[in-house]
Each structure stands twice: as structure tokens, then as C-alpha cells.
């Protein structure tokens, strides 16, 4: 007897999540009952082991591709250049985001005449933890580095991001003198590889676990009054993944977007459900490099570094909510003052770590650069855990399409010119 054949993963994880929806609204028809307590119990814990699994990894994989894929960089015939447009890249696809961001809610006005004092209650109950430019620039420049065993131990990205690209830069320079370091490392990676291929097969049911929580546990009643804001910070996220990146994607590479979504689809329902950029580091990765048919040196060089330096969804929803609150307290942003959320948004994402609701924390920073009230964020907090999902799939789709970008403008430089 011929064995069941199962899907394949990509239809598996489509499935997984519209299971989890589904049971997620049953668990929400019956509250209280048995079947909604045990069920997200369930749920809660499946979908808690596959981020923890996904995080298990992350740090050995975000040190060891970094290093190696610098290292391997210089045998790349364009190295500088590979530095270069991913910079440039991150840069430009921020500020696309942001600019559709402020665009869309100077357009469709979302905070105007919602009454504020229906958000009196929660705004008395925050307490904002006061964070101003320069704060954030100290915290962001002294987090930067640090003894790497501890950044590691405690799970910190950044610093081990930039412990991994001085180490990357030092094979570089020492050339054949490390040559067995770099061979060790190379062989964790592709170990480390490999334990992500098999937490992959867990995705489905993760993502159902995740999905079902959180559907189960969103409150429609809070939707309502902010209905015009959500939907516009979510279309013009949307509009910003399913048309200027993809666009941005064809013109420079000519890889069209039914392709691009084929191969990056098992990523981006996985940031979808974890709302992380950095849980879902190793997937992205994964795509990226078999899927999409990135080359080693760019695919595990480009996302890692993107995952905490590019957020194109968390840029826009910043600037979008900016606009929003001045709306709502009836203050009137000059071009001036939105150049300055332009920028400040841009940095803002930048410096968010990729974690769940991470950009709410970084969001006091930038209503506080054109002086609203940070308490404000008090209003966005419910319903940020419904809106992280779609921006945190839109960062890490713009991870994807820059390694794409990337390989094609350092492969062929005229490209750039034109
Ligand atoms: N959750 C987002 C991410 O991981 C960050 C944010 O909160 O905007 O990419």
C-alpha cells in the first residue's frame, strides 16, 4: 500500500492558517465554554513552542550568517557594492513607506472627528515612558555594543549584529589566516540550517496555534471606533507590499510578482502569525535562498541585516499613526513638521528591534518630535497586535526583495545607472 502523500509545506501553512482563524472565531462563539478554555490552552502552548523554537536558533544563525557571509563577500567580485545597494536599497524602500504612509493619512484624514474623550479613560491609565530624540540616540548608540557571550545569552540582536559584521570584516582582512575559523563557522551555519529545515515542518501547526490565539483574543468592540484608522494604515500597508515593492522588485530585476510570492509565501505567513521579524529570520532566510534563488553570500547577508535595519511596514504605520493623533488632539502638522515624522519615523524604524510590537515603543519617539502627547500611544496599544501582523509581513517582504535587488544590481553595475 502506497504511503498518504501530504501537501506540500506551502499548502500545508495556508492550511495551518485558516484553520487557526476558523478555530479561532469558534473558540470566540463560545466563551466560557470548555472546548474555547482547553482549546487556546492547547493553542496558546503549540504556538509559544514554535516561536521559542524559532528563537532557539535565531542567534547562532543571525552570528554565524553575518560573519561567514561577509567573509564570503570577498570573493564576490563586487564586494563594495554589495554593501552599497543594500544600504541604499534599505534607505529607499524606508522612506517609499513612510511617504505613502503620511500620503494616504493627509488623504483620508482617519483621526478626524473621532471624539477623543472616548479614549479619556485609557489615556489616564498610561504611563508614558518618556523617550526624546536624544534618549533614543544614546540608548540606541550604547546598545549597539557589547560583551557578545552576554548579548548572545540574553538574546540581544543588534549587538550581535554588529559583533557578527566586525568579525565578518576581520576575516576579510586577515584572508587565509582564518581560513579554519571561517570553515567552522560555515559548518555550524549550515547545522544550524538544517535544525531550521526541521522546525519548518512544524510551521502549519505553530501558525494555527498562533492565528487561533489571536484571533480568539482580539476585541471587535475596540475596532469599531478606530475602523477609518485601521483600515487605512492596513491598505496602504497592502498597497505598499502588493504594489511598490513588487514593482520596485520588477523594475530592477525583472522577477515578476507571481514568482516572487510563490517563493517567499511560507515567510510571510510566518511573520504574519509571529509578528516578528527575527522569529521568523530563519524562514526568511530559508526562502530566500532555495525559493527565490538568491545566491549564498547575498541571501545570508542581506535579511539578517534587514531584519533589524529595514521595517518598511513599521516606518509607515509609524508616520500614518503620527498623523492620526495630531488629527484626533486637533493639531495641525506643518510640511515642516512632517518632514521631521518623516525622519524621525524612518529612525524610529530602524531602531526597533524586530519583536512583536516593537514600533509601539519607538512610536513615543516620534510623536514627541513635533511635540503630541506621547500618552496617545495608550489609544493605538489594543489594536497594534492586529496591525503588527500585516506590517511585520510587509518588513520582512522587504528583506526578500532587497536580497533579489541586491543580487541583481551587484551582478550587474550599469543596472544602477539607469
Ligand atoms: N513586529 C515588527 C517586526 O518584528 C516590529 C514592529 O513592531 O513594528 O518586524
Redo the contacts with the bound molecule.
Sequence with gaps: MSAIRLPSLNTQIVLGASAGIGLGYAFRLTPDSNFSGNGLFVCGLIGGLFVDLLKMVLIPLIFTSIATGIANLRAHASMHRVWQCTLVYFLTATALATLLGLLSANIFAPGAGIEVTLFQQSMEHFDPSHLSLEEFFTHLLRGLFMNPVAAMAQGEVLPTVMFALLVGIGFVVSGENSQHLLTLLTELLHIVMLLVSWIMKLAPLGILGLLAKLTATQNPALFTGLGKFIAVVVGSTLAHGIIVLPLLLYLVTGVGPRRFFRGSREALTT?LAT????ATLPITMRCTEIQLGVSKDIARFVPPLG?TLN?D??AL?EAAAALFVADLTGAELSLAQQVVVCFTAIIA?IG?????????VTMVMVLQSVGLPAEAVAILLPIDRLL?TV??MV??EGDMIGSLIVQRLAANPDKNTS
Excluded at 275 to 278: D, E
Excluded at 354 to 359: D, M, N
Design positions: 511573520a509578528c516578528s521579524s527575527s531584519a521595517m511596514g513599521t504605520y524604524s526597533a528591534p524586530g519583536i512583536p510590537s516593537a514600533g509601539m503588527d506590517r511585520t518588513n520582512v
